[in-house]
């Protein structure tokens, strides 16, 4: 098992210039999409997620040559075999620039179908794949906080996820505020969320 510590993680601007001639969708994920899509960061972040397509992970692979990658699967990483192609449930990377290095970024794999995205967890949620992200005024990509938000939903006692949550609902425009509570009603019965996107 490879070692889980330290961290010293890119900064989006950082992974936005790493990503820059990537040649496919990429975006900032997690705590960080929520940061960005409220102009402003608003607590520390311990490391930065990014996203792509499932289907671009041999693109990934490509440009993120010379890079060390290991697949993070069940609690246990491990190194990323030339020509292993990561299938459900596998879907994550932790990415550093060599062996012994601190990690400098994770790679969440999105699922796509018949120009939907599809929730990793639940299929049937979906959207169309124009609505998963959006730039920032100086270009950094990031997913749509629904989506970050809708990842987050099932570990609320986290006290980062419900704190973003209260930092962007409010945010929320109208479309994407009762996608995110018909999905998280669908999904979790009775979750403390569903009150306040009402």
Not at 134 to 139: A, H, S, Y
Not at 151 to 162: D, S
């Amino acid at each position: 098992m490879t070692e889980l510590l330290p961290w010293d993680a890119l900064s989006p601007h950082d992974a936005s210039t790493l990503f820059a001639d990537f040649g496919a969708p990429w975006w900032v994920a997690g705590g960080w999409a929520v940061d960005l899509f409220v102009g402003r960061e608003t607590r520390k972040h311990g490391d930065i997620d990014l996203a792509i397509l499932r289907r671009d992970q041999e693109r990934l692979r490509r440009h993120l040559s010379g890079w060390d990658i290991h697949v993070a699967h069940d609690g246990v990483l491990t190194p990323w075999a030339a020509g292993d192609q990561l299938a459900a449930p596998r879907f994550q990377f932790w990415v550093r620039r060599a062996p012994g290095e601190p990690w400098s970024f994770e790679v969440m794999l999105e699922d796509d179908a018949d120009g939907d995205w599809l929730f990793r967890r639940t299929p049937s949620v979906r959207l169309p794949l124009e609505r998963i992200g959006c730039v920032t005024p100086d270009r950094i990509p990031y997913i749509n906080p629904e989506i970050a938000l809708l990842y987050k939903a099932n570990h609320v006692e986290i006290e980062r996820n419900t704190a973003d949550f209260l930092l962007a609902a409010p945010l929320l425009e109208e479309v994407p505020r009762r996608w995110l509570r018909d999905a998280i009603a669908m999904l979790y019965a009775g979750h403390p969320w569903l009150e306040q996107l009402h």
